[in-house]
């Protein structure tokens, strides 16, 4: 029974990947993550922005991808809001209307949550609800935030950033 007690909470340990470049990038950034899309979403003329994510994996940057028209573009950024670089990244799905901004249901989320925004991609289900990865402390969260800026889900995220 012990043993199989300590198997239990080593796999439970082995379970929640280190978060703490993740933290220390958040730490270190000038600008949030919404904040970070406003500013790709202007150095892209009538842009809106459908992706983003902070990248603690060596020199933390920042990509955003933005829809203009029918075009996407991917932006780099650093933690300073300056954009590294700015490139073609295809045509660009159908998407979802929604009446929340991306910025907005990044707000809503870490509000939600009681973190940070790390990362957002539509939802693989559900391309109008938007999959939002939070960091509290050293913990991901997954929050679901609705087209109109409703918690449609907030749980533990099983993702690895």
Known sequence: MKILAIAFLGAAAC??????????AVDEAEY???????????SVLHS????A???????????????????KQQLVLD??????ANRPAGAAA???????????????????????????V????????REI???VGETLWEVKVGPGGEIVENELSDEVL
Do not use: F, K, M, W
């Not at 379970?15 to 220390?24: I, K, N």
């Not at 949030?32 to 202007?42: D, F, H, N, R």
């Not at 933690?79 to 590294?84: A, E, N």
């Open 122 to 129: 539509p939802d693989d289900d559900d391309p109008c609800l």
């Open 53 to 71: 994510r902070l990248h603690a994996d060596g020199t933390a940057t920042y990509t955003v991808e933005t829809v203009a028209e029918t075009a």
């Open 48 to 51: 809106t922005g459908i992706t």
């Open 79 to 84: 933690l300073h809001g300056q954009v590294l």
């Open 15 to 24: 379970g929640t990947p280190d978060q703490s470049a993740l933290r220390t």
């Open 32 to 42: 949030s993550l919404a904040q970070t899309v406003g500013l790709a979403e202007a």
């Open 94 to 120: 159908a998407g979802c209307e929604t009446a929340i901004s991306l910025t907005d249901a990044l707000e809503v989320a870490a509000n939600a949550a009681g973190g940070d925004a790390v990362a957002v």
């Open 133 to 135: 990865q939070v960091l």
